[in-house]
Structures are given as C-alpha cells and as structure tokens.
C-alpha cells in the first residue's frame, strides 16, 4: 500500500510541475527555447572508475558531472530577486552560466504606501543609538517639529517623511538597509503587496 502512495504522489509531482514521467526536473536541455528535461535513467557506459563490464551500466538519479557528461545542465526554477520588483517565468528557457532556468519577465510592485508609528520610529532609532541625532535634526526646524507633534502617524510617502529618511543615509547616520530596518520594524499595519 505504501509503495502505491508513494508512486501516486510522484505521478501527482510530475503533473504538477509539467515534467513528464521518467524524467528529472533537475537536469534539461534548452530546445528552441522550451526546456527538455533528462532521464532519470541515464547510460554511464561500460567502464566505471576502471572496471571494464560486459553491457552498458545505467543509473537512475546520477550525479551532475554524470548528466553533464552526457550533455545535460542543471535546471534552477529559483527566481532571481530584484527589490521592488517580482519575477514572472516568460515560458521561455535559456542557458546561463551553464544553468538551465526559466527566462523572466519582471512585474513592478505597485508603490508601498506604510503608516509609521511615531512611538515605534522612536524605539527603532533608540536601539540603533541614533535618538538623539533624529531629534536635534526633527526640533530644529519649527515646521517640522510642529509636524511631528501634531501627526498621530507619518506616512511614508509624505515628501518630508523621504526626504528625512533620504537625510539620514546621505549624513551617514544610518545605512540604506538600517532605514528599510526602521521603516518595516515601525509600520502600524501589515500591507499586503500583490
């Protein structure tokens, strides 16, 4: 019975992944841009690390060299990540640094808009030692202090709100991953980005 599911279970896998039966979504070639996937049974020849056998020895799940040998690359499906962006596999296939992957088409994100807790903003900044800096540089203009006080929560896109962030890459005060750090550690609610 269990030899039944586990067979039921690969059967399913290859319907899902569109790899036909007998063959390994691992390895491919690239034919007229659509990727041909490899056996999984695969000839090694008659001579095995020197061992000369009467008839060809097949294997089933052979090794990368095994399958290069025979002219087969490996497949990577894995999306390549590009901030602000989401990779969406064309249906092409293309060889690249001798890999076999999905040509990708590249989506941009619609433009985040996150609510920033100010009591959050505070803490964030407080755990990066940087209070003090963001509040000499926030008190010592009276606009901006005024906003600051009258404001229950900051928008991020508000051209004050980047342009303080922006301040405080260009001084070297934080870092451009320790803004995105405070931004996503100070968001008042969970956005859902499609």
Not at 44 to 59: H, R, S
Not at 113 to 126: C, E, T, V
Request: glycine content about 6%; hydrophobic content about 45%.
């Amino acid at each position: 019975m269990k030899v039944h599911a586990i067979v039921s279970v690969i059967l399913l896998a290859s319907q899902l992944f569109a790899i036909p039966p007998g063959q390994t979504p691992n390895f491919g070639k690239v034919v007229d841009g659509n990727v041909q996937y490899a056996p999984l049974r695969i000839p090694l020849g008659n001579i095995i690390d020197g061992v000369v056998y009467p008839n060809c020895v097949w294997t089933s799940h052979g090794t990368t060299n095994q399958y290069a040998a025979i002219g087969w690359l490996p497949v990577d499906r894995t999306p390549p990540s590009r901030p602000g962006y989401v990779a969406e596999a064309s249906g092409a296939w293309t060889v690249t640094n001798g890999v076999v992957a999905p040509v990708w088409a590249w989506r941009a994100l619609p433009p985040r808009n996150l609510q920033l807790s100010k009591m959050k903003l505070k803490k964030a900044f407080k755990t990066l030692r940087v209070w003090d800096q963001v509040w000499e540089i926030i008190s010592s203009d009276e606009d901006v202090l005024a906003d600051w006080n009258d404001s229950v929560v900051l928008d991020e896109q508000d051209a004050m709100v980047q342009s303080a962030f922006q301040s405080l890459e260009q001084f070297g005060i934080l870092t451009a991953d320790q803004v995105e750090a405070v931004i996503t550690n100070s968001v008042t609610e969970i956005e859902v980005r499609q």
